[in-house]
């Protein structure tokens, strides 16, 4: 179920503007809201397919989410995730820190306590 999770958690993205996606410099605040939205985006596609189990949808909804709801799109917590949601989560920061663009450290510095 995460192989296939992992080909779908993004899905989202083809919804948002291509040029917020592959916008060079920093985001602005509304940038950043429709990039947020790839979560509920992905959700909703994957619901509407309907050959998604309910497991693979809320990954593609979770995997920005954080344990301790700072994340989103919805804040939830550790104990309010689908437990497979966390594998992707730590998948995806995984791959951010180790691709080459622009906001690669943002998930890495989520995790980084003042």
Known sequence: MVRMARCFYDIGKVKVVEDVLTKPGALTEEEYRQIQMHTVYGYQLLKEEGSFSEDICLM??????REDGTGYPYKKTADQM???????AVADVFHAMTSDRV?????FM???KK
């Open 60 to 65: 593609a909804l979770e995997h920005h989410e």
């Open 110 to 112: 989520m995790f980084l």
């Open 82 to 88: 689908n437990r497979y949601s966390k594998i992707i």
């Open 103 to 107: 906001y690669q450290v943002l998930p």
